[in-house]
């Protein structure tokens, strides 16, 4: 398997662009997660689906964030307009589902927003 | 308060030592913990997952949990300078999967 597969890996954009994010979790996961990574704040769980369904997007900081998840085979997070403070590295997971089961993460978006 | 916490570090351990991660947490129900392990520029991957108290090993791994006292650690046997890496306490609070980071401890090993 390829794992979890995220796109671009690397972002720059100007403030007030729209950004979007692509992740393809690995197949027969039927959870994916949203996360973004920074220095001051660690690993913040922005959105998660369960089949699909956006279960929880408390994380979501503004509604500036959106989230999709179409199919089973791909997820968008999208960000506009972006602004300097959401630089940050942006980490795609996904699992079986099942309480123990472990995250596999994608490989993360490094966003800059200047 | 910080859902989940950790000594942010460095902590700083000879080659050949014990290293101790220690971690807590503030909700009483949560039922599962997972130690994942990041190196540096790199995505976090699972290294250990406990759900019941008293201790768990896997090779030169254990992790230990405490309900309790809401507490979990993970102890490195015989530390090697690739375990060089920060390490990340996480927590299903949420009862759905909700899974919550620490900020992470960063362990040196030093040859």
């Known amino acids: 398997d390829a794992g979890v597969i995220q796109s671009p890996r690397h972002e720059v954009t100007e403030m007030g662009q729209e950004v979007t994010l692509r992740c393809k979790p690995i197949?027969?996961?039927?959870?994916l997660f949203w996360y973004r990574q920074t220095m001051m704040r660690g690993l913040e769980l922005l959105i998660y689906?369960?089949?699909?369904?956006?279960?929880?997007d408390s994380g979501m900081p503004e509604d500036r964030f959106s989230a999709k998840m179409p199919n089973a085979s791909f997820s968008t997070l999208k960000i506009q307009p972006s602004e300097p403070r959401d630089s940050a590295v942006y980490f795609c997971?996904?699992?079986?589902?099942?309480?123990?089961?472990?995250?596999?993460f994608g490989n993360g978006t490094r966003l800059t927003v200047t | 308060q910080k859902e989940v916490e950790q000594n942010s570090g460095p902590l700083s351990v000879p080659e050949g030592a014990i290293a101790s991660l220690n971690c807590t947490y503030s909700?009483?129900?949560?039922?599962?913990f997972f130690w994942y392990r990041q190196y540096s520029g790199k995505s976090p991957e699972l290294i250990m997952f406990?759900?019941?108290?008293g201790d768990k090993e896997d090779g030169r791994f254990t992790a230990q949990l405490n309900k309790a006292s809401q507490y979990v650690s993970l102890l490195i046997r015989d530390s090697q300078p690739s375990d060089s890496a920060t390490y990340l306490c996480?927590?299903?609070?949420?009862?759905?999967?909700?899974?919550?980071f620490g900020t992470g401890t960063k362990l040196q090993v030093i040859p």
């Open positions: 909700d009483r129900g949560s039922q599962s």
């Open positions: 406990i759900y019941s108290n």
């Open positions: 197949s027969g996961h039927n959870s």
């Open positions: 997971a996904s699992n079986e589902g099942r309480v123990e089961s472990p995250l596999h």
């Open positions: 689906f369960n089949n699909n369904v956006p279960i929880d």
């Open positions: 996480a927590v299903d609070s949420g009862g759905y999967q909700k899974v919550t």
